[in-house]
């Protein structure tokens, strides 16, 4: 099959063209501004607003509009007061691997800040989705997670604290809480996994460092020990603009 315009597989058919014909203008420029991003490279700075509608002989709404949507997309990103072209997104992994082993295979150092560590007991909503029992102990675990010192997302995890008593003095908060488990002795057999597109809380988007209408990948997973025992409920965050998800299928 011939592509139009020599587009490559998988890009958007004739280039997001109505089928009436008729380009949107800020569509238009923001087509030939990623062609500048791709000939910038990563981190390199993008001519200004005002440079941009000299260029290309448009107002400047419409080129903060072709703007916003390259940085939403996660082609750029702002940097102090100008706009930058951005690196390519990490391509997590859906699997029962780790975010630190899905970040590492990309070059990239992974880490985590701490936001919170509580113990409380399990709530009714909590147990029924887990299989927890209701009132007993629970950890919840609240992390920033990073990629090479930049927030990328948010990841609570919900864990019964009869299986890890001493979460909160034997845990290193910047490692891989699945590591922790494997030298316990835990290991994963199965979960069930659900995803989502929403926009961050006020809160969340705040401690990620993100505006709040930046749209973020939302994952649910509740996850069991190869015994079928309820392991951990995840909610984990991530940056629109920085993440996309792969996975293998098997017919």
Not at 115 to 140: N, Q, S, Y
Not at 202 to 219: N, V, Y
């Amino acid at each position: 099959m011939d592509y139009p315009n020599d587009q490559a597989p998988g890009a958007p058919v004739r280039s997001g063209i109505p089928e009436h014909g008729r380009v949107p203008k800020y569509y238009a420029v923001k087509a030939r501004i990623a062609l500048l991003v791709d000939e910038l490279g990563e981190g390199a700075p993008i001519p200004t607003e005002r440079d941009l509608s000299e260029r290309f002989e448009v107002a400047r709404e419409t080129v903060r509009q072709a703007l916003r949507e390259l940085v939403l997309e996660g082609k750029l990103r702002r940097q102090g007061r100008g706009t930058v072209v951005a690196g390519p997104k990490l391509a997590q992994p859906l699997s029962l691997a780790s975010y630190t082993e899905g970040v590492r295979r990309q070059g990239r150092t992974p880490g985590r800040s701490l936001v919170t560590l509580d113990r409380f007991p399990c709530p009714d909503a909590l147990a029924a989705e887990t299989g927890l029992t209701r009132g007993e102990p629970v950890w919840h675990l609240e992390r920033v997670l990073l990629a090479d010192d930049e927030r990328v997302g948010l990841e609570s995890t919900y864990v019964a604290a009869a299986r890890v008593p001493d979460l909160n003095t034997a845990f290193d908060p910047d490692s891989s809480f699945y590591a922790h488990l494997a030298e316990r002795g835990i290991a994963f057999g199965d979960a069930d996994e659900r995803i989502e597109t929403v926009l961050a809380t006020p809160r969340e988007a705040l401690i990620i460092g993100t505006p709040p209408a930046l749209p973020m990948l939302l994952i649910h997973r509740v996850s069991r020990d190869t015994e079928g025992r309820p392991l951990e409920r995840v909610r984990t965050l991530y940056r629109g603009d920085r993440f996309s998800f792969t996975t293998h299928l098997r017919g």
